[in-house]
């Protein structure tokens, strides 16, 4: 199976999964035929798989500064590299997301924000900037899977796309113990919050000890999320502009 189809049986597979488990346990209810919905977020998935990724992916590869894994580094086993592949990728991206709410970089990044109906497929909304910027960490950290095997990188493209429908699901569910390492729904929604201050916060892609130890943590116990996206109607030329990251 190629590439193309593997990622795309796994992504549909794994959002039916979800779809089904938000009939049963929706946290709001939604209005997925608005155009500003479903059609959109459709239009957004064709444009991530055929444009903006291979364009972002692409341009990543260009970049001439890359971290050099040493040779002590590579003697550890590849299950304990992965791990810090892992973490290290992670952590990048915190800051990257921190940095794409920034006033400089915040036009990158508003399209992923102009979700109003949060639900598995909301997370795919991306331009091609924001993606490259998102990758960057990963592929600067890629070195560290030299020796890796095809299953290895099948499973962090499967962990990928299991964070993206999980932290945007619209689904009931809590668990405290758990957000004290590991994004849930309900975390990354207040980020999505069309509350200014509310959605400056929560930054984390999967685990959320960076959101405690750099003091951008939201406690959804406190936050009432009532509307998502960017508190404005979105205009067919303001849109396009969101997506093209201007």
Not at 41 to 69: C, E, G, M, W, Y
């Amino acid at each position: 199976m190629s590439k193309f189809w593997l990622f795309w049986c796994t992504y549909i597979g794994l959002g039916l999964v979800c779809s089904v488990v938000e009939h049963f346990r929706p946290a709001r209810k939604l209005h997925l035929w608005r155009l500003d919905a479903l059609p959109l977020d459709l239009v957004a998935a064709a444009l991530f798989q055929f444009v903006f990724f291979a364009t972002a992916s692409r341009l990543v590869a260009h970049i001439p500064v890359q971290f050099k894994a040493t040779q002590l580094m590579l003697a550890f086993p590849l299950p304990l590299r992965v791990v810090v592949y892992y973490f290290a990728g992670d952590f990048g991206s915190y800051w990257l997301h921190r940095l794409m709410h920034k006033p400089q970089l915040w036009r990158v990044h508003r399209f992923h924000h102009s979700v109003t109906q949060l639900w598995w497929l909301s997370g795919v909304r991306a331009t091609i900037p924001q993606q490259f910027l998102f990758n960057l960490p990963y592929m600067m950290w890629a070195p560290l899977l030299v020796g890796a095997g095809p299953d290895v990188f099948h499973g962090l493209m499967v962990a990928g796309i299991v964070t993206n429908h999980w932290m945007h699901m619209n689904v009931a569910w809590r668990s405290n113990g758990l957000e004290k390492i590991i994004i849930t729904p309900r975390y990354h929604h207040v980020h999505h919050s069309a509350n200014v201050k509310a959605h400056d916060g929560n930054y984390g892609t999967v685990f959320t000890i960076w959101d405690r130890m750099f003091g951008t943590f939201i406690d959804p116990d406190s936050t009432q999320v009532r509307v998502f996206g960017l508190g404005q109607p979105l205009r067919p030329l303001a849109l396009l502009r969101y997506v093209i990251g201007v």
